[in-house]
């Protein structure tokens, strides 16, 4: 299939819509990361984001949206604490999972008696669901890989398996959004993300984080959000978290590192490593962190680096999100130094 590369302008925009109108994908910028859209109404079209993805059909997806008005039509409730969060962190990283309507086909929710519902600020994404429809989404990446975010990200998963990329520049966010269920009381959340639990909790009170955030799934364990029982943000390289001070963590680089290994380290590390160097920003900069994480872990592929060693995030603000995704890019390994 030949992918057509549109810009982010008026017309190019309508020719998306209009793709998406007639049932094909198409891989659209927002604020997280790309992501890959088809007409959330239509499950024969969101079935092939499945195919082009190679995503498991028990994984269900976001449904966009680009005025609070459509979500009458997504979800058979709407919460007062939704409403709240939908006043507070709408438009923006933010996705509820509320009791699902009886218009969204099964491709979307999986089976499940829910949906998914964000709506996103980019305003390509928003532009590109008023001129077709409620658009559901997973990030544009092969399933299991990380998830991109420049469109040069996008173009190396996905040219030649979809219908159009719009090209958006790089998304300001990097990690994909925070979602929290409001189907069940209290609150839980399912994946950290540019919203903090912090943020959430000021606004609606408790806030359960889902064990499934920091651990792995124990044996036979159902998954609340089905996404997370799969491998996840793995380069091709072996991933080895070190737990310690920036002293202890130079020092066991500079030890046991090997050729062919590399560091995704914070700024201050550098020149002070005896390996290339990835930097991911200041040690306290979580948000910075947030925003590279996914590009130094698919550079880490490009350069054919075998084993990548990573400081092990701190979990508060923002932290949060990036340990969980570095825990399992590591596939839960870490090393207490
Ligand atoms: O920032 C984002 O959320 C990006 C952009 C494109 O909007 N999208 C994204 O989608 O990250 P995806 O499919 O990669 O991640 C969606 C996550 C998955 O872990 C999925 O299992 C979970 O949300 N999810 C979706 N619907 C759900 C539901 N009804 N109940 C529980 N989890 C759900
Ligand atoms: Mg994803």
Redesign the pocket.
Known sequence: METLILSSDNEDIRTAANIIKAGGIVA?P????????ADALNGKAVRKIFQAKG?PMD????V?ISDISQIHLLVREFPRKAEILADRFWPG?L?M?LP?SDKIPDE???G?????V?F?SHPS?LRLISLSSPLA?????LSGSP?PTTVRHVCDDMTGRIDAIIDGGDCD?G?????I?L?QEPPRL??P??ITVEQLREAIGEVIIDSAVTEPLAEGQK??????K?K?YAPDAEVILLDGDAEKFIEYINTNGKDGDAVLCYNEDLGRLRLPCIPIGSEKDTETQAHRLFSALRETDRLGIKQVYAHCPSKEGVGLAVYNRMIRAAGFKIIRL
């Open positions: 659209m927002t604020e997280t990361v790309y992501g890959l859209a995503r994984n269900p997806l976001i966009h990283p996705t999972i699902k979307v929710s999986a499940l008696d829910t949906v998914a964000r996103p994404a989404a997973p990030s544009a990446n998830s966010v990690v994909e959004s925070t979602v269920t189907a399912l994946r993300g540019g998954a609340a959000s089905p996404g997370m799969y996840h």
